[in-house]
């Protein structure tokens, strides 16, 4: 069973900085990917921020030059360091795993923490 384990949300005025980790545990042996993914109130999840397991990193557009994705092979931990954050930050943000098995495609999701960005 895998299971995703998330940790640093929390409030912040904007333009400050906070660091999100989701490590994964369980039996897996084929990580096609790791990362964030966000959704505002009212609106759908989107993807923020992607590592694949060859290291190509995906961000969103508005999130560029702000936000850094790296992960942590050895703890399949991944984290995502957010700065010069903005109110329109303010989400749910849910890591995910994708691995394969048997050329089949798994999503898993973590159980989301809160990032409220607000003077």
């Known amino acids: 069973q895998v299971q995703l384990v998330e940790s640093g949300g929390g409030l912040v005025q904007p333009g400050g900085s906070l660091r999100l980790s989701c490590a994964a545990s369980?039996?897996?042996?084929?990580?096609?990917?790791m990362g964030w993914y966000r959704q505002a109130p009212g609106k759908q999840r989107e993807l923020v921020a992607r590592?694949?397991?060859?290291?190509?990193?995906n961000y969103l557009d508005s999130v560029k030059g702000r936000f850094t994705i790296s992960r942590d092979n050895a703890k399949n931990t991944v984290y995502l360091q957010m700065n010069s954050l903005k109110p329109e930050d303010t989400a749910v943000y849910y890591c995910?795993?994708?691995?394969?098995?048997?050329?089949?495609?798994?999503?898993?999701w973590g159980q989301g923490t809160q990032v409220t960005v607000s003077s």
């Open positions: 590592i694949s397991s060859g290291g190509r990193i």
């Open positions: 369980g039996s897996f042996f084929s990580i096609l990917g």
């Open positions: 995910n795993l994708q691995i394969s098995v048997d050329r089949s495609l798994y999503d898993y």
